[in-house]
């Protein structure tokens, strides 16, 4: 059985600070996995897939996250937030059957100015 | 554009109505889901369909329908039959199945049921 777990139900940080959003796996084969973000009221948008490739994915709007097989994670990180990354971040690992997403709780993102 | 869109944005239901969501998407995508959101928690699966008239059961599938009749089309019904119908509900859709493909999603349907 494969499942995932956002280690932050929140996350806080200011203007221009790092951003890291933690996720852990569990999947009995190496799993595809993938962050998406959701803005208020609206669908969810890839930021960045890992497929078995380079373990450090780069994705959309700066962000990367960084495949440790060893730890079983898949942490989320910017360097440098901003206003609009204001949102909530999802963690999702691929299940084989049907192209079925399993998806974490979601972290919620605050930026401060 | 080439898209998902989902309508009504906002649904109002009384207890013991069916009503029925749409999803259309212009991807040329094979396979379309359907996912139930509620506060603070993530994504379940409601149904899935691969294929035009075909489709399967999620992990939540009690209490809706679906069906499949044109490759653009997934529209899910909401029976009177599903016990707590109020949450957000979306539709996605991939080019076929297979752990590369990304799923797209629509904007969402906000279902309150008065």
């Known amino acids: 059985a494969q499942s995932v777990t956002q280690l932050d139900s929140h996350v806080s940080v200011s203007e221009g600070t790092p951003v890291l959003l933690r996720c852990n796996y569990s999947?009995?084969?190496?799993?595809?996995l993938f962050w998406y973000v959701q803005h208020p009221n609206k669908g969810l948008q890839l930021l960045l897939k890992?497929?078995?490739?380079?373990?450090l994915v780069k994705g959309i709007n700066g962000f990367e996250a960084e495949f440790k097989k060893s730890e079983t994670s898949f942490h989320l990180t910017k360097p440098s937030a901003h206003m609009s990354d204001a949102a909530e971040y999802f963690c999702v690992v691929f299940k084989a059957a049907g192209n079925k997403l399993t998806f974490g709780g979601g972290t919620r993102v605050l930026v401060k100015p | 554009d080439g898209g998902i869109t989902q309508s009504p944005k906002y649904l109002f239901r009384k207890e013991g109505q069916n009503v029925t969501l749409s999803c259309e998407q212009n991807?040329?995508?094979?396979?379309m889901y359907w996912y139930r959101q509620d506060p603070g928690q993530g994504l379940r699966l409601i149904y899935y369909?691969?294929?035009?008239?075909?489709?399967q059961k999620g992990d939540i599938a009690e209490g809706y329908s679906v069906s499949r009749e044109k490759k653009e089309s997934f529209p899910l019904t909401v029976t009177s039959a599903q016990k707590n119908p109020t949450a957000f509900y979306l539709c996605a859709s991939s080019i076929r199945e297979g752990s590369y493909n990304e799923q797209f999603f629509g904007p969402g349907t906000r279902l309150t049921v008065l």
């Open positions: 369909s691969q294929i035009v008239n075909d489709f």
């Open positions: 890992y497929t078995s490739a380079a373990t």
């Open positions: 999947s009995s084969y190496s799993p595809s």
């Open positions: 991807l040329n995508h094979d396979a």
